[in-house]
């Protein structure tokens, strides 16, 4: 009797490890995906604040806060300029599960209709495996980037 595997045995290994595989990347995949979304409708929602002070002449808000098991942003039109959301001025919201901001502000920043900003922001965002994090500088300028935790 001879010791070893025979091609079959070799090849069904081969299969059920490939189909293991198989199962397993859209898994990882679907989180980063979803993750990535989350991501770029944060940055949307920044930029659309910027572009609305700019093309309208008048200062927007950008806010967010968790409230429960979710977390909300938002931008709002500061029509009498006092750097709050008030009832009548028209606000904008996205809802986002399954991240937590790592950062927090106590007031919104301001765009204002030259494109800068009050305050500059770094805004963190977590989920189980990724963090991103989106930047405003003073100037305006907003950039962004996604990373797998370490």
């Known amino acids: 009797m001879k010791k070893g595997f025979t091609l079959v045995e070799a090849l069904v290994l081969v299969i059920i490890m490939?189909?293991?595989?198989?199962?397993?990347?859209?898994?990882?995949?679907?989180?980063?995906?979803?993750?990535?979304?989350?991501?770029?409708n944060l940055v949307m929602l920044v930029k659309d604040a910027?572009?609305?002070?700019?093309?309208?002449?008048?200062?927007?808000?950008?806010?967010?806060?968790?409230?429960?098991?979710?977390?909300i942003a938002y931008f709002f039109e500061d029509a009498n300029r006092n750097r709050t959301y008030d009832a009548g001025e028209t606000k904008v919201e996205r809802y986002l599960k399954?991240?937590?901001?790592?950062?927090?502000?106590?007031?919104?920043?301001?765009?204002?209709?030259?494109?800068?900003?009050?305050?500059?922001?770094?805004?963190?965002?977590?989920?189980?495996?990724?963090?991103?994090?989106?930047?405003?500088?003073?100037?305006?300028f907003i950039n962004y980037e996604v990373r797998r935790k370490s």
């Open 98 to 140: 399954g991240v937590t901001f790592s950062t927090s502000i106590s007031e919104p920043i301001i765009f204002f209709p030259d494109g800068t900003v009050s305050e500059a922001l770094d805004l963190v965002v977590e989920s189980q495996t990724y963090e991103g994090e989106i930047w405003v500088l003073l100037s305006g």
């Open 18 to 40: 490939g189909l293991m595989v198989a199962m397993a990347v859209p898994l990882i995949n679907n989180e980063q995906l979803r993750f990535s979304g989350v991501m770029n």
């Open 50 to 71: 910027k572009q609305n002070a700019i093309t309208k002449g008048e200062w927007y808000g950008f806010m967010y806060e968790t409230r429960n098991d979710s977390c």
